[in-house]
């Protein structure tokens, strides 16, 4: 199973970009990159996936080197609400390996005012 | 719009005691899962179903019974209750498996005393 290691937390302050990056040294060929969002008391929330390049939605952007060893999430100027845990999963298109999610630690993001 | 929901929110139990945990989707989703949590750690996938009448085991399902006679519902019973089984207990939905991300609900915390 493909392993990502991730920060284990991050600070930051409201209207900065925050940068996450997640390593997959051993990203398979056919693997998408999923990232999550889980706010404190909540189930994790899907945000974006991508396989190469760079893909953007309405909540953040992904970039994803030609190598796609590693990838990083941009949230573009932060509020407080952006506080959570961020979950990198490579996988198939559900984020699944094995027909299942692997989640690690995650990184913390605790923006502050 | 419902999507995924979990009940009760909040229980404590008795160490030997006996309890269900209810999960309910309003999205005909095929695929459901239910996953554990403890503090600081990602999710643990303990059980899924990939429809009615059919179930499979997880990572870690010891300790936990499932059963799914409808779309709709997918109860996770806890038959002996453990000291190790306190954690925040999150159930999932996704329409298959490899195309789509799981949708979570916002899960039971439940301690085992």
């Known amino acids: 199973l493909a392993k990502t290691t991730q920060p284990i937390s991050m600070d930051s302050y409201e209207g900065q970009e925050v940068n996450i990056t997640c390593s997959h040294n051993n990203i398979a060929t056919n693997d998408y990159i999923t990232w999550y969002q889980q706010f404190p008391s909540q189930g994790p929330r899907f945000i974006i996936q991508?396989?190469?390049t760079k893909v953007t939605n309405e909540v953040a952007s992904l970039f994803i080197p030609a190598d796609r060893k590693s990838s990083t999430l941009s949230l573009p100027r932060v509020s407080l609400s952006d506080t959570a845990v961020y979950y990198c999963l490579v996988g198939d298109r559900g984020g699944n390996q094995g027909g299942k999610l692997i989640f690690g630690q995650g990184t913390e993001l605790s923006v502050k005012p | 719009n419902a999507g995924v929901t979990q009940t009760p929110k909040f229980r404590i139990l008795k160490i030997g005691q006996s309890m269900t945990l209810q999960c309910a989707q309003d999205m005909n989703h095929n695929y459901m899962y239910w996953y554990r949590q403890d503090p600081g750690m990602g999710l643990k996938l303990i059980y899924y179903s990939v429809g009615a009448g059919i179930t499979d085991k997880g990572e870690v399902p010891n300790g936990y019974n499932v059963s799914r006679s409808t779309t709709e519902d997918f109860p996770l019973r806890l038959e002996l209750a453990a000291p190790s089984q306190t954690s925040v207990y999150f159930c999932a939905s996704s329409y298959d498996r490899d195309g789509q991300p799981q949708h979570f609900g916002d899960g039971t915390r439940l301690s085992i005393l």
């Open positions: 991508g396989y190469k």
